[in-house]
């Protein structure tokens, strides 16, 4: 009785430096909701994209209803009813719900839109979905998941009959997933496949029939979730061999004062975040891609304003309303995206090097180049950056090399107190391993490290404690000692 | 390995700048001796001077918005503002006031001209396009209000005053003193843009303003001064216009930051921000004005001067997309 609609076989993608997809498999029967998991990193998204013809594949089979098929295009996948609903949604705000959905493909009338067919059409295909949303509704007027469903009705309106859905309950409220849930419900009883991605585990159990682990570019495991239970995920997704050891030991001096204390932090995807972190230690922050992490980071650094909360640094508290608070507090952020908030990419290493503490650099106005160089060179030394001289253009170094750009600005400004938002993401091996030893040395020397990370070896190579966030909360701090990947993963699908 | 190749890249694209400002000097001489040959009597110090004295008010208007420019903004309100300026100045001195004093009160009214720019584009988020259009116009017209929509006149030769003409324009010997005001101030402002921090962070603005924010630089500060720089160099653009044309008539202007633009983008500097040079403006100005001095020698209008300046503009902005895409190939290499 069952009918599959998609069969993945033996796909491989490599990107430069990395093997993505390592001989994968995925599939979908009619009728059925199968939940896809993995840790950030995993692949899953990269498995999706090939399968809607986004990247192309390196080798493997994709067949659609028995037969192969070759998916070159979105436009291609689309044709052979396999549709995609983006966690972002896609939709134009200022158009109608009709618009929405029939654009592009608009019918015409002559030379004139048909908007009563449009209309016509778009409402018979609400109705038939049960959905209550009219066809001349705006679509900015309507609720992230009303908006949602008319993403979702877009897609069936062009048959589709496997849908893929990523992340689509991160937006939403508790009682707009019961009304999503009710939804895809009612797709799998009318036969369609649903591929549903989403880091919450207690979801999965209660929408999938079927769940596919992947774990770091490998298929790991289908189950049927009535067989399974959330330990059993947790462990086949987390199971690797961590090749480098992870600190069995806290490095941190024992009975350090408390440099930097949070109470109560809040905004809108910040819910009542605490802690404290102390001299010469590395507070790992770990938890699964939208936790908050990044977002508490950015509140601790005055670059997002916080509704509430307080700020503590060598027992005063301080006042952070803008970066430049937090700068003059010995407060710096690395920014998981260097080139959009850690650097000026046009101008030079030295120009970056000193960007944050220019004044001092500064007599009457002017610039004292020298200062400025040697400096530069003291820096570019100390941190052994690969430079043919201080006045190349930043855009021109490593990513490696970028990164230690942007901790010279914040060692000449004399931070003691540095936020590591994703060190190593887009580095390679070999650089990542002296990252890691630069920020053993910063400790050493009495600087306090937050490292945000969603790469579990490193958390549990470079913490000395772990906080663990999951939706906005902050749902357990583990000490080292203790600290394992089932159990931070434990916290960090454990919404409250 | 990686760095030797990213070394090469660099010297590359610094090749490549510097060769883009050869290519705009290398445009002047070539448009001047294209002149020389084909114009009338266009090789004389008569049209050398014409040059000259036709460059000064575009000088100073270029300079200035060159700095709005590089932090990716721009000021479309210098051309009304410079004409506002030369007005309330030339009301004070008509009022009574000293020449000199009319003439400082100039510049601090396009100063503040730029302040009101600032201000709105920094503390309350307007685009610099629009915010600066506006103040086009709102300086238009408060010039006509001041001026009671009267034509205002500055000392003519002969009478008392007149003596800043020959200080600022042209001495009594005919010689071309404005040029040495134009080369002082650019010497200024090119220190400002490359030895001070004002300059430095100029370029941080238009290189990526987030990332100067996040390095706890008082974004909103710098921001509203690059704005003042702009207006103040309008402010000296009303008295270089005043000291050569004597007379300034309410609501004119409109259209003359067009001229100050163009030198700009002429010379290389990038309308998205983060790059430029002040000498590629400096030459950008004088492929301008030896056009206007040429074409007339050739018995062709100022329309055609227009005409041609729009083709140079086209030009360069072209040669600057190339250079970009190129520059992204070396990157990705």
């Known amino acids: ?496 | 390995m990686d760095n030797a190749n990213s070394g090469s890249a660099g010297k590359k694209l610094f090749g490549q700048l510097n060769f883009q400002r050869f290519l705009a000097l290398a445009a002047l001489v070539i448009i001047y001796v294209f002149f020389c040959i084909f114009g009338n009597n266009f090789l004389s110090t008569t049209s050398l001077i014409n040059i000259l004295d036709s460059s000064y008010y575009i000088g100073f208007l270029a300079i200035g918005v060159t700095f709005a420019i590089i932090t990716g903004g721009i000021d479309l309100s210098i051309g009304t503002v410079m004409m506002t300026s030369a007005l309330i100045g030339g009301v004070a001195y008509n009022k009574g006031a000293p020449i000199a004093l009319a003439l400082l009160i100039c510049v601090i009214s396009g100063a503040l001209f730029g302040l009101l720019n600032g201000i709105i584009i920094s503390k309350f988020g307007l685009v610099p396009f629009v915010a600066t259009l506006g103040v086009q116009m709102v300086a238009s017209g408060f010039g006509a209000i001041v001026s009671n929509v009267q034509t205002i006149r500055y000392p003519t030769v002969g009478t008392e005053d007149a003596w800043f003409k020959q200080v600022l324009y042209k001495t009594s010997s005919g010689f071309p003193i404005g040029i040495v005001w134009l080369v002082i101030f650019f010497i200024i402002a090119y220190v400002i843009l490359n030895k001070m921090r004002m300059g430095r962070y100029t370029f941080a603005l238009g290189s990526n303003e987030e990332s100067a924010r996040l390095s706890g630089v008082d974004v909103s500060k710098w921001k509203i001064l690059v704005y003042v720089i702009v207006g103040a160099f309008t402010g000296m653009a009303g008295v270089m216009y005043a000291a050569a044309y004597t007379t300034i008539v309410p609501v004119t202007g409109a259209g003359m930051e067009i001229l100050g633009i163009a030198a700009v983008v002429i010379g290389g500097t990038s309308l998205s921000g983060g790059v430029g040079s002040l000498t590629g403006t400096i030459i950008g100005v004088y492929i301008m004005a030896v056009l206007k001095q040429g074409l007339m020698s050739m018995g062709l209008q100022g329309h055609y001067q227009t005409f041609f300046t729009g083709i140079v503009v086209i030009a360069a902005v072209m040669l600057d997309i190339y250079r970009n895409k190129k520059s992204s190939k070396v990157k990705k290499a």
């Open chain 1, 1 to 496: 009785m069952e009918k599959q609609l998609v069969r993945m076989e033996n796909i491989e993608k490599y990107f430069p430096g990395v093997h993505a997809l390592d001989n994968c498999k995925f599939d979908i029967n009619a009728g059925e909701v199968h939940a896809l998991i993995g840790e950030n990193g995993a692949g899953k998204s990269t498995l999706m994209k090939i399968l809607t013809g986004i990247y192309p594949k390196d080798s493997g089979e994709i067949y659609v209803k028995g037969s192969p098929v070759n998916i070159s295009g979105p436009s291609e996948a689309q044709a052979l009813g396999i549709g995609i609903i983006h966690q972002e949604l896609n939709l134009m705000q200022h158009l109608t719900v009709a618009e929405n959905i029939f654009i592009g493909r608009e019918p015409m009338n002559g030379l004139f839109i048909n908007t009563k067919k449009m209309n016509d059409e778009t409402d018979k295909l609400l109705n038939s979905l049960s959905l209550s949303i009219k066809s001349t509704d705006k679509v900015e007027d309507l609720s992230v998941a009303k908006q949602q469903m008319v993403e979702i009705a877009k897609a069936l309106s062009l048959n589709s009959e496997t849908l893929i859905m990523d992340e689509p309950s991160a937006a939403l409220t508790e009682s707009e997933i019961t009304e999503l849930f009710k939804f895809i419900n009612k797709l799998r009883d009318d036969g369609h496949g649903i591929v549903y991605i989403s880091h919450r585990m207690e979801e999965l159990f209660i929408i999938s029939d079927r769940i596919t682990v992947m774990r770091d570019g490998k298929y790991i495991n289908t189950l049927n979730t009535k067989e399974t239970d959330v330990s059993e995920i947790i462990q086949l997704m987390v199971g690797r061999v961590i090749y480098e050891e992870p600190k069995s030991k806290s490095t941190a001096p024992p009975g350090a004062p408390v440099i930097l204390e949070v109470k109560g932090l809040k905004s809108p995807l910040v819910k009542d975040v605490s802690f404290e972190l102390h001299q010469g230690e590395i507070l790992g922050f770990a938890g699964l891609m939208g936790a908050g992490r990044t977002e508490t980071a950015r509140l601790i650094f005055g670059a997002d304003p916080m509704d509430s909360g307080e700020i503590f640094v060598n027992g005063q508290k301080i006042n952070i309303k803008t970066p430049r608070d937090a700068v003059n507090n010995g407060i710096g952020y690395l920014s998981e995206d260097r080139k959009r908030y850690g650097l000026s990419v046009g101008l030079s290493v030295s120009d970056n090097i000193t960007m944050a503490d220019l004044e001092n650099f500064t007599k009457n106005g002017f610039i004292d180049s020298k200062k400025e160089a040697s400096t530069s060179k003291e820096y570019i030394n100390k941190l052994s950056i690969k430079t043919p001289s201080i006045s190349q253009l930043i855009k021109f170094l490593s990513g490696g090399n970028q990164q230690k750009v942007v901790i010279a600005k914040w060692l000449v400004k004399n931070c003691n107190v540095l936020i590591f938002d994703e060190p190593t993401r887009g580095i390679d091996v070999g650089a990542k391993s002296e990252i890691y030893k630069l920020m053993a040395e910063l400790t050493k020397e009495g600087k306090s490290i937050i490292m945000i990370s969603s790469e579990m070896p490193e958390i549990l190579r470079m913490s000395d404690r772990i906080a663990v966030m999951c939706e906005g909360r902050m749902t357990g701090i583990l000490k080292i000692e203790e600290a394992t990947q089932e159990l931070i993963m434990k916290y960090a699908t454990s919404r409250k």
